[in-house]
């Protein structure tokens, strides 16, 4: 998974979600236990292709990171 972002509130985070769907990703929004909702793209299927969706994000202003 890459996340772009971990927020408290969840219509920051779909606020998020629709950018990213707008710009061709195909992102998704989560409330976790620490009761963050983390916005991700993915699953993918290995470490490397979900390094490369981050270096797209990066380049596009997103802040992703690469999540085990």
């Known amino acids: 998974m890459v996340q772009i972002a971990a927020v408290l509130h969840a219509e920051d985070a779909n606020v998020l979600v629709n950018a990213l769907r707008n710009h061709g990703f195909a992102a998704t929004a989560q409330r976790m236990p620490d009761g963050l909702v ?28 690469v999540q085990p």
């Open 38 to 65: 983390h916005v991700r793209i993915g699953p993918f299927a290995t470490h490397e292709e979900a390094s490369r969706m981050s270096m797209r994000l990066l380049a596009d202003g997103y802040n992703a990171m």
